[in-house]
């Protein structure tokens, strides 16, 4: 018996210190890329704020898995794509999995519009919940979505400089 109570004792006290620890992680995460396009804003915009032109730029929008239902809704495998708001030099997209988990995307077009270069900043944004395997699962956001928006960027530079 003393056994049983050592190891349900030890389990929560365990449990209390991992939780703990998991509360010190921040509980919103941001991730953001940005290149350098030698191209206009103007050229650049329409290819953002408009999902018929993503699979151009976005490897993972020529799917069979994905449906785009207009110009600002596309559903991505199990995430509803929806273009918020299109502003001179941004658009805001929210991405929502089929668990409910919201990360809202933001890219931001910075220049001149007469000037024949721009930067695209790409970012995501994510609140976090309490539970210590969410907490200590953000720590990959930035390794695994880090590198498949600087893949994507890449390709919305050669196609906006073609």
Same mark, same amino acid.
């Given at each position: 018996?003393?056994?049983?109570?050592?190891?349900?004792?030890?389990?929560?006290?365990?449990?209390?210190?991992?939780?703990?620890?998991?509360?010190?992680?921040?509980?919103?995460?941001?991730?953001?890329?940005?290149?350098?396009?030698?191209?206009?804003?103007?050229?650049?915009?329409?290819?953002?704020?408009?999902?018929?032109? +993503?699979?151009?730029?976005?490897?993972? &929008?020529? *799917?069979?898995?994905?449906?785009? #239902?207009?110009?600002?809704?596309? $559903?991505?495998?199990?995430?509803?794509?929806?273009?918020?708001?299109?502003?001179?030099?941004?658009?805001?997209?929210?991405?929502?999995?089929?668990?409910?988990a919201l990360q809202v995307s933001?890219?931001?077009?910075?220049?001149?519009?007469?000037?024949?270069?721009?930067?695209?900043?790409?970012?995501?944004?994510?609140?976090?919940?309490?539970?210590? +395997?969410?907490?200590?699962?953000?720590? &990959?956001? *930035?390794?695994?979505?880090?590198? #498949?928006?600087?893949?994507?960027? $890449?390709?919305?530079?050669?196609?906006?400089?073609?």
């Amino acid at each position: 018996m003393k056994l049983i109570k050592l190891g349900l004792i030890s389990f929560l006290v365990l449990g209390i210190i991992i939780t703990s620890i998991g509360l010190l992680f921040p509980s919103t995460v941001l991730v953001s890329r940005a290149v350098d396009v030698n191209a206009s804003i103007v050229k650049i915009k329409p290819m953002l704020a408009d999902m018929h032109q +993503w699979p151009l730029w976005l490897e993972g &929008m020529k *799917d069979s898995s994905v449906t785009i #239902q207009s110009s600002t809704s596309a $559903q991505i495998g199990n995430t509803a794509v929806t273009i918020t708001a299109v502003t001179d030099s941004t658009i805001v997209a929210n991405w929502q999995a089929a668990d409910g988990a919201l990360q809202v995307s933001t890219m931001r077009l910075i220049g001149k519009p007469e000037a024949n270069t721009a930067i695209v900043q790409w970012q995501f944004v994510q609140q976090i919940g309490w539970y210590p +395997w969410e907490r200590f699962g953000s720590m &990959m956001n *930035d390794k695994i979505m880090g590198t #498949q928006m600087e893949r994507h960027l $890449q390709l919305l530079k050669q196609v906006a400089e073609n």
